[in-house]
């Protein structure tokens, strides 16, 4: 019996001591920046951010760090991976059971689905201030990354086990760079958070974020192919910041117009996980959030994930003036599209006074909501996998609105504009096939050679 107790007690001890040791091979993000996330007139830059995930991945078995490539100038373009160090030790088979979810022809029958669901997780991704003068997003990223990297509470270890986090820490590295670095040598200044005097994307600037379905800038192809593609996320949290004058976050559901093309499937589950977090949110005793406002999802020049089987969900904070606090004059706040920022209604039930607003809210607005969305992908696991796996399975099957295929003619001139579109086409997952006969449809004859796209397969919606 002694020797029992003994061996049950070293254990304890040895898992305890093991807690202990990860949180002292882990930085917080106050001892490596020197501020905390979200503090009052600082910014952390894209090549300090990066050192500090290499941190997390070094101390933390549950943080993976993939360079997927560089951005337009040179910096490196990462992913984070955030899951269970049980999770880790089995990723590859965990892809490819998400692969296999992604396209229902790859599955042999009613059992191996059924147990694809009992053991898949949520694919969750999250990205960060692909506009770069919105500050909070790679701010608020190093803060969520931390805690999930270190923190034992029992709701993190929920989402550990249920969710892969994939976390794209800036959508613009090259834009957080400059944008740091140029909010720093401003304050104290009459500059302080001013504008730059140029573009935050060295091509497109804010235009950036239009570029999902045409694939123009190393970053949006990036994010395609070493994130989307590759894991083809059930749920994709995209995290912006918008004016200051009205509601202090929003989240879907979205206005009209929808998207006819989006699986119906897909609309009301962006519905329901964007009322759910809105209701966690005001449930923390954090004013105006309104949902049913404001924007609208529709266009994947915005959208790429609806396209793809996933629920996408954009959420919209409140700006200041970069990490300076503002004064917001009550009688300044005014109406917006579907609300009125000055009076509780359903969809804006605890409106936001006016007062101080700043870079400190901002970061505990968005970490809530993160924190919210991980929550649900957590606990509805089964939901979102089974979810994203019907949404695939119509598409293969087909839509009876949609074609049966696409045709487009080899012999035409613009042999250029015919190679970009089938390059779009190829680089959003879709299939493409060369006719080695000619090809007959809608009375008309189309040469051998000609490019066809079958409209049952899982991406048919982005053709």
């Not at 969520?144 to 613009?172: F, K, M, Q, Y």
């Not at 509780?344 to 700043?358: E, K, L």
Request: hydrophobic share 40%; glycine share 10%; proline share 5%.
């Amino acid at each position: 019996m002694g020797y029992r107790i003994l061996v049950c007690f070293f254990t304890l001890l040895s898992w305890q001591s093991g807690i202990g040791l990860t949180g002292q091979q882990v930085p917080t993000p106050e001892d490596y920046f020197g501020f905390k996330m979200g503090a009052e007139g600082k910014l952390a830059n894209w090549t300090s951010l990066t050192g500090f995930y290499e941190e997390l991945a070094r101390g933390s078995g549950r943080v993976q760090v993939d360079t997927l490539g560089t951005t337009t100038v040179g910096h490196p373009f990462i992913m984070v991976t955030v899951t269970s160090e049980n999770n880790q030790d089995n990723l590859d088979e965990l892809h490819e059971i998400q692969m296999k979810l992604a396209d229902p022809r790859k599955i042999s029958g009613t059992s191996e689905l059924q147990a694809l669901y009992e053991r898949g997780k949520t694919v969750v991704l999250i990205t960060h201030q692909i506009h770069a003068t919105e500050v909070g997003g790679a701010q608020t990223a190093a803060r969520l990354l931390h805690r999930l990297a270190t923190s034992n509470s029992e709701g993190v270890r929920e989402i550990l086990d249920n969710v892969i986090l994939i976390d794209i820490p800036s959508l613009n590295p090259d834009g957080t760079e400059w944008v740091a670095n140029w909010y720093m040598e401003s304050v104290g200044t009459e500059m302080e958070g001013g504008p730059m005097p140029w573009l935050y994307h060295y091509y497109v600037g804010h235009d950036n974020n239009r570029d999902w379905y045409a694939f123009t800038q190393k970053e949006t192809e990036l994010t395609v192919t070493g994130a989307h593609n590759r894991w083809h996320p059930h749920i994709v949290h995209d995290i912006h910041q918008m004016g200051g004058r009205g509601a202090r976050i929003m989240f879907p559901p979205y206005i009209d117009p929808i998207e006819h093309n989006v699986d119906p499937a897909l609309v009301t589950a962006v519905n329901m996980l964007g009322s759910y977090m809105a209701a966690e949110v005001t449930a923390q005793g954090k004013k105006g959030v309104v949902t049913s406002a404001i924007y609208d999802g529709f266009s994947p020049a915005r959208s790429y994930q609806h396209y793809h089987g996933g629920a996408r969900i954009l959420s919209e904070t409140a700006s200041a003036r970069m990490a300076t606090t503002v004064e917001v004059d009550p009688e300044t706040i005014g109406g917006g599209r579907e609300y009125d920022a000055a009076t509780a209604s359903a969809n804006y039930p605890d409106p936001w006074r006016g007062g101080s607003w700043g870079l400190p809210d901002i970061v505990d607005y968005m970490d809530a909501g993160a924190m919210a969305l991980l929550t649900n992908a957590a606990k509805n696991r089964r939901y979102w996998l089974e979810n994203f796996y019907r949404i695939n399975e119509i598409a293969v099957k087909g839509w009876q609105e949609w074609p049966e295929a696409w045709v487009i003619p080899a012999n035409q001139e613009n042999k250029a504009g015919m190679a970009y579109v089938l390059r779009i086409l190829r680089m959003g997952d879709v299939e493409v096939y060369r006719a080695n006969q000619p090809v007959i449809g809608s009375g008309q004859v189309f040469p051998v050679g000609s490019f066809v796209i079958p409209m049952k397969q899982p991406y048919a919606s982005f053709a």
